[in-house]
């Protein structure tokens, strides 16, 4: 089995920042790519970043320029570095991995979310 734990969200100002993680633990033999995903009250899940195993980002153009990606191969952790928050990122952020376990299978697993609110 395999668990994805986020932390870091809470309640920020406009403008401030908050670093979300998300490590992931159990059978795991290799993490492929893993992502930042967000629901916001009354709207579909959305993407916000990405990253490749190989360390290639990709991000929605509502947080260009303000959030970074990252990983950590060693602790098997991605972090979401949200700068410049705004109230229209308030939402709850879920973790999204592809991650191949021990007996080699490859599977999707998402993590139980943690909540970003953004206000005054």
């Known amino acids: 089995q395999v668990q994805l734990m986020e932390s870091g969200g809470g309640l920020v100002q406009p403008g401030g920042s908050l670093r979300l993680s998300c490590a992931a633990s159990?059978?795991?033999?290799?993490?492929?790519?893993m992502s930042w995903y967000r629901q916001a009250p009354e709207k579909e899940r959305e993407l916000v970043a990405s990253?490749?195993?190989?360390?290639?980002?990709n991000y929605a153009d509502s947080v260009k320029g303000r959030f970074t990606i990252s990983r950590d191969n060693a602790k098997n952790t991605v972090y979401l570095q949200m700068n410049s928050l705004k109230p229209e990122d308030t939402a709850v952020y879920y973790c999204?991995?592809?991650?191949?376990?021990?007996?080699?299978?490859?599977?999707?697993?998402w993590g139980q979310g943690t909540q970003v609110t953004v206000s005054s």
């Open positions: 159990g059978s795991i033999f290799m993490i492929n790519a």
């Open positions: 999204f991995a592809h991650i191949q376990g021990t007996d080699m299978v490859s599977r999707y697993y």
């Open positions: 990253i490749t195993s190989g360390a290639t980002t």
